[in-house]
Nanobody, 127 residues
Framework: QVQLVESGGGSVQAGGSLRLSCAASIVTYSIYCMGWFRREPGKEREAVAYIDSDGTTTYADSVKGRFTISKDNAKDTLNLEMNSLEPEDTGLYYC?????????????????????WGQGTQVTVSS
């Protein structure tokens, strides 16, 4: 059983910051990868950042140096700190979880096929 609930979205001006949070209910939490995806209207979901059970992080090139993903296993929460936001960051952000692929997280396309998803939280960045 996997349940994911996002919060923290909102509207900000370019250059501002937001912090997203995901409350996770996962029976075998330690063997899941956790991440954030986003969707622009009319487009496919894209990976923003994800984190492995050992703490290894992966970021989309477009957000490197601006976003930070973290998790608190004791609290069963996943967070995304977003700084220096740009209008291009606008979209519906989803919390996601997927089983590890061997000793690492699967590639993003596999998350789309096999992942579990929250309901999404809207992020809007104005110029």
């Amino acid at each position: 059983q996997v349940q994911l609930v996002e919060s923290g979205g909102g509207s900000v001006q370019a250059g501002g910051s937001l912090r997203l949070s995901c409350a996770a209910s996962i029976v075998t939490y330690s063997i899941y990868c956790m991440g954030w995806f986003r969707r622009e209207p009319g487009k496919e979901r894209e990976a923003v950042a994800y984190i492995d059970s050992d703490g290894t992080t992966t970021y989309a090139d477009s957000v490197k140096g601006r976003f930070t993903i973290s998790k608190d296993n004791a609290k069963d929460t996943l967070n995304l700190e977003m700084n220096s936001l740009e209008p291009e960051d606008t979209g519906l952000y989803y919390c996601a979880a997927v089983w590890r692929a061997g000793d690492s997280c699967p590639l993003p396309e596999k998350w789309l096929l096999f992942g579990y998803w929250g309901q999404g939280t809207q992020v809007t960045v104005s110029s």
